[in-house]
């Protein structure tokens, strides 16, 4: 069973640090996305990634924000300045297409700001 | 009014019912619909997706879109325990550069052995 992973799986942040979360989708996959999750809450969706430029993103996603795929195969997200309100679980998520469409999750990032 | 309405529940079946899980929405330009499962301290996972309006049938699971209604559902048929987690609908559109796209609460349900 192919699987996202993600890394760390807890990270703990001060105010105003940048804070960077990995992911490695699924190999053959073309469409990256990170949503999240503030506890209690629904899931939002932040932007997605496609043939190495941002192809969607929400207005959540604003220039605090940042994604990249440095080396082809490590999906990131980049918050420059971290605030409190961005404590949550950051999910990533590859999509693969053409026949069988499936999207796969990884497991999270908790991401506590204090 | 929200974009998207889904009854938060708990919702409890007994091992075997159909279970029919449903969203409404508010934003006629929505135009992909998904379902998604989540177990306690996981990430989603995609059950179903569909575009536009009409049904789709995948094992156990069926989704059918009512767009005049703005009215989505999941069923699903012989409902087992392992079937109990939380049940995500989430909608899409594009709109001037940015994407929309939202999900519900999310039902939880709960599969008695």
């Known amino acids: 069973e192919p699987e996202v992973t993600q890394t760390p799986s807890h990270q703990v942040t001060q105010m105003g640090q940048e804070v960077i979360l990995r992911c490695v989708p699924i190999?053959?996959?073309?469409?990256f996305y990170w949503y999240r999750q503030i506890l209690g809450q629904k899931v939002e969706f932040l932007v997605s990634?496609?043939?190495?430029?941002?192809?969607?993103k929400s207005e959540i996603f604003d220039d605090q924000f940042s994604v990249e795929r440095p080396d082809g195969s490590n999906f990131t997200l980049k918050i420059r300045s971290t605030k409190l309100e961005d404590s949550a679980m950051y999910f990533c998520?590859?999509?693969?297409?053409?026949?069988?469409?499936?999207?796969?999750f990884g497991p999270g990032t908790r991401l506590t700001v204090l | 009014q929200k974009e998207v309405e889904q009854d938060p529940g708990p919702l409890s079946v007994p091992e075997g019912a159909i279970v029919s899980l449903n969203c409404t929405y508010s934003?006629?330009?929505?135009?992909?619909f998904m379902w998604y499962r989540q177990y306690s301290r996981k990430g989603p996972e995609l059950l179903m997706y569909?575009?536009?309006?009409g049904n789709k049938e995948d094992g156990r699971f069926t989704a059918q879109v009512d767009k005049s209604s703005k009215y989505i559902s999941l069923f699903i048929r012989d409902s087992q325990p392992s079937d109990s987690a939380t049940y995500l609908c989430?909608?899409?559109?594009?709109?001037?550069?940015?994407?929309?796209?939202?999900f519900g609460t999310g039902t939880r349900l709960k599969v008695l052995a």
């Open positions: 998520a590859s999509w693969t297409s053409g026949g069988t469409d499936t999207q796969y």
């Open positions: 190999s053959n996959h073309l469409y």
């Open positions: 990634f496609y043939n190495n430029e941002i192809s969607e």
């Open positions: 934003n006629s330009a929505f135009q992909y």
């Open positions: 569909t575009y536009s309006s």
């Open positions: 989430a909608m899409s559109a594009k709109k001037s550069g940015t994407y929309k796209y939202i």
